[in-house]
């Protein structure tokens, strides 16, 4: 994965009906620990890392880089959005193209925020990169994600095992003017 170049960064902070999209703040550190050392969210990405091991090597601003979002509810961290290049992505279908991933604090799931924040997110995107298409990789059995994705206009390319588990490939076209699909 590589950042996303040719994208103005950063950009105003974006702003929803509930949230704000910004780049990373030395405030923001205490929450990517949390994030980062979250057994609960790394559920299916891995494992979570030690958390003395986040504290000691995360920089003082974490995450500053092109096409990563913080995402902030009432003036504090909830989660990341990420927007990367798939470079090098083993799925060949996936390989070059821009990759959506999405991190939140438990305590913010089930209240749409990580939908409110990928809709904004992509929709940045769409303005930045008209008619790029956006893949996301996400193991079959994280089914909040599942949902998500579909809900995002994600579907399905392929699935394919990796890092011991089912992982799931979707593909989102780039929007059409005025959403009018093309016949
Ligand atoms: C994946 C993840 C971001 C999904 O978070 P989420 O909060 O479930 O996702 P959404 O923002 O779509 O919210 C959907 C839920 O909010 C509820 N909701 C409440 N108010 C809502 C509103 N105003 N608008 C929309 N949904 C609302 C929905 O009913 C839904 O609940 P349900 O799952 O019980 O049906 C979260 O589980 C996470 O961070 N997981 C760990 C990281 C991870 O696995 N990332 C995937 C790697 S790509």
């Not at 927007?83 to 959506?100: E, I």
Request: proline share 9%; with cysteine.
């Amino acid at each position: 994965m590589e950042n996303l170049s040719s994208v103005e960064w950063p950009p105003e902070p974006i702003v929803t009906e509930r949230l704000v999209l910004r780049v990373s703040e030395t405030r923001d550190r205490a929450a990517f620990v949390e994030l980062l050392a979250s057994p609960e969210v790394h559920t299916y990405l891995g494992g979570p890392r030690p958390r003395d091991e986040v504290e000691r090597e995360l920089p003082g601003v974490p995450e500053r880089w092109p096409g990563s979002f913080v995402v902030e509810l009432d003036g504090a961290m909830i989660g990341q959005v990420l927007l990367r290049r798939a470079t090098g992505h083993r799925r060949p279908a996936a390989a070059g193209k821009a990759d959506l991933g999405y991190l939140f604090l438990p305590r913010a799931w089930g209240f749409g925020y990580a939908f409110e924040a990928c809709s904004a997110a992509l929709g940045w995107l769409d303005g930045e990169l008209p008619g790029e298409p956006v893949v996301l990789a996400t193991q079959s059995a994280n089914v909040a994600s599942m949902r998500l994705a579909a809900k995002l206009g994600f579907t399905e390319v392929e699935r394919f095992e990796a890092w011991g588990a089912e992982q799931w490939l979707g593909m989102r076209s780039p929007a059409t003017p005025g959403g009018v699909l093309p016949q």
